[in-house]
């Protein structure tokens, strides 16, 4: 059963850090492409960055550029990203999904998980 779990997510003043987890089980990770969305309230959600299996990984947020930085861990099973000086425009669930090739279109991906609440405040 394949399986994903994203955690990590919390309350964090502006310009403080996370790193979001995105545990993944009846699956590997590898060979897959790791997209990252997330949802604010009232809103679409929308695709922040994916990273490839292999190649350059993409920033679909202008505001991720710079901030924001992907990597995986084949042994653990697991993606991470981290979110650097955060602001309260990034407060949303962060989603992990897998693919065979990187996308920004939530439509284009099977799997997701439960997501994980960031939420960035004073």
């Known amino acids: 059963q394949v399986k994903l779990v994203e955690s990590g997510g919390g309350l964090v003043q502006p310009g403080g850090s996370l790193r979001l987890s995105c545990a993944a089980s009846?699956?590997?990770?590898?060979?897959?492409?790791i997209a990252w969305f997330r949802q604010a309230p009232e809103k679409e959600r929308e695709g922040v960055s994916c990273i490839p299996w292999i190649g350059d990984s993409y920033y679909y947020l202008d505001s991720a550029k710079g901030r924001f930085v992907m990597s995986r861990d084949s042994s653990k099973n697991v993606a991470y990203l981290e979110l650097n000086r955060l602001e309260p425009e990034d407060t949303a669930v962060y989603f992990c999904?897998?693919?065979?090739?990187?996308?920004?279109?939530?439509?284009?991906?099977?799997?997701w998980g439960q997501g994980t609440q960031v939420t960035v405040s004073s």
């Open positions: 009846g699956f590997s990770l590898d060979y897959h492409a």
């Open positions: 999904a897998p693919g065979a090739y990187c996308t920004d279109v939530a439509a284009d991906y099977v799997s």
